[in-house]
């Protein structure tokens, strides 16, 4: 069964008066999608956001469109330029809901003055593309595979499925999802909680927050801090210029920062530890009653409370040995800075 639905939009609501989408504000549109079984979607627009979020319910779609700069452009002028200049094309074929903004004169002759937003509801196990060059990518309760490109925010809560995005600009946050997430970002912070799998996080101007991870995680910054918390699996992080800050790691350890100091609190034992600071300090805070294997190097090592069981040396600039029988191999390089260790 074949369903092609083409609508074009011939009206614009009062009140709206910013680019970015009011959900709160009623839909322009409001369709439910008959007939085949959706098991793929396919959203483009040029200024827009798109959210798509699994349901039960009927499949359905919601159309916003917000006037970007309604103070300089009179609401009849605006409902004129949908009227003559736009279109909203949904078609469903072959189990694919294709969706889509355009301007009937070409991409080139976008009247900026519009945005033109869509919230899709279908089934859970849908597979997604989407495209917005100017808004936000919204995915919600959904177990297919993703992928999209973007230019603004990116939310994703509760994935079940391998995901590979990217936006030029905005925040990434990231929830409950797996098992393979890849996304980058040009200009943006990254926060990610309670995630499974592996996942890949990168951002050229931004800082990374992640907790309540477990798999293999990747994540780099050119210039942000990273703070991880209860990180469980394999952990490899570096910023070009930041801090990074650590809590209750349980997971292998590579970190490195080229311009920033680390603190890192393991005070729940990593199963292998590589710490690398270029240009800054290190402070380093180790489980107490624990058994390590130490190999640390830096302009100035600060260890007063080394335990009785050290055996090892220590010479203010390298400090090789092991406390409690060793164990956990830690390994710590500070180039041009101070290395103050304590134990906890």
Same mark, same amino acid.
């Given at each position: ?12 609501c009062?009140?709206?008066? %910013? ?6 504000n ?29 349901? %039960? ?10 006037? +970007? ?14 009227k ?40 859970? %196990? ?11 990518i ?16 990116v ?12 936006t030029?600009?905005g ?8 098992p ?13 909680e ?14 990374i ?6 798999g ?24 070009n210029?930041?801090? +990074? ?28 530890i590589?710490?690398?600071?270029a ?14 294997d ?25 400090? +090789? ?11 710590v390089?500070?180039?041009?800075g ?5 134990? +906890?």
């Amino acid at each position: 069964m074949r369903a092609i639905i083409t609508i074009c939009l011939l009206m614009l609501c009062c009140g709206m008066a %910013s680019a970015q989408v009011n959900w709160a504000n009623e839909p322009i549109i409001v369709k439910e999608i008959k007939g085949q079984t959706i098991r793929s979607v396919t959203v483009k627009t040029l200024s827009g956001n798109i959210s798509v979020i699994g349901t %039960s319910n009927k499949p359905s779609i919601e159309v916003y469109v917000d006037a +970007i700069n309604e103070a300089t452009m009179p609401i009849e002028q605006v409902r004129q330029m949908v009227k003559q200049d736009y279109a909203i094309d949904m078609m469903v074929k072959d189990h694919q809901l294709m969706v889509s903004a355009s301007c009937k004169y070409g991409d080139s002759n976008w009247k900026k003055a519009l945005s033109i937003s869509f919230k899709i509801f279908v089934p859970r %196990s849908v597979m997604c593309n989407l495209n917005s060059k100017v808004g936000s990518i919204n995915l919600v309760n959904l177990t297919g595979d993703q992928n999209f490109t973007t230019n603004g925010a990116v939310n994703l809560e509760t994935i079940n499925g391998n995901v590979k995005g990217r936006t030029d600009g905005g925040l990434v946050n990231i929830s409950n999802s797996g098992p393979d997430i890849d996304i980058t970002t040009i200009g943006g912070d990254v926060v990610a909680e309670g995630c499974y799998g592996n996942t890949r996080l990168n951002t050229g101007k931004g800082d990374i927050n992640l907790s309540r991870l477990k798999g293999i995680i990747d994540a780099t910054t050119t210039a942000g801090n990273i703070q991880g918390d209860q990180i469980n699996g394999k952990f490899t992080i570096t910023t070009n210029r930041g801090d +990074i800050i650590l809590k209750r790691m349980s997971c292998d350890l590579i970190a490195t920062s080229t311009k920033g100091n680390v603190n890192a609190e393991l005070t729940i034992p990593c199963k292998a530890i590589k710490i690398n600071v270029a240009h800054g300090d290190a402070n380093i805070q180790l489980a107490a009653k624990k058994g390590f294997d130490m190999n640390m190097n830096a302009k100035k090592i600060t260890a007063t409370d080394l335990p009785r069981t050290f055996k090892g040396n220590n010479d203010g600039l390298k400090l +090789i040995g092991a406390v409690y029988g060793g164990g956990i191999p830690i390994e710590v390089q500070v180039n041009e800075g101070e290395l103050k260790l304590k134990f +906890i």
